[in-house]
Nanobody, 115 residues
Framework: QVQLVESGGGLVQAGGSLRLSCAAS????????MGWDHQAPGKQHELVAS???????EYADSVKGRFTISRDNAKNTVYLQMNSLKPEDTGVYYC?????????WGQGTQVTVSS
């Protein structure tokens, strides 16, 4: 059973930084893509960053230039470096991953950005 475990969330002031980590129970080479999904309070989910097995990255317009996704294959971990945080970045961040047959979600980590 694949598990994705996020960590690194917390409370930060606007303009600050956080780094989220997502540790996979198995090899991240098993996944086609990995990413970070953001659900702001009362809003729909948004995939804000993704990375392919080959390292190609994509970002939502809302985070371009501020967030960076990366992966450490040796540690089976994906990271989300979040800089210049804004109050609208507040919400739960979920690590997501997919194979040909399945989509996987972590339990989420809360990020709160105060103004």
């Amino acid at each position: 059973q694949v598990q994705l475990v996020e960590s690194g969330g917390g409370l930060v002031q606007a303009g600050g930084s956080l780094r989220l980590s997502c540790a996979a129970s198995g090899s991240i080479f098993d996944f086609n893509n990995m990413g970070w999904d953001h659900q702001a309070p009362g809003k729909q989910h948004e995939l804000v960053a993704s990375i392919t097995g080959g390292g190609r990255t994509e970002y939502a317009d809302s985070v371009k230039g501020r967030f960076t996704i990366s992966r450490d294959n040796a540690k089976n971990t994906v990271y989300l470096q979040m800089n210049s945080l804004k109050p609208e970045d507040t919400g739960v961040y979920y690590c997501v991953a997919d194979t040909l047959d399945e989509n996987y979600w972590g339990q989420g980590t809360q990020v709160t950005v105060s103004s």
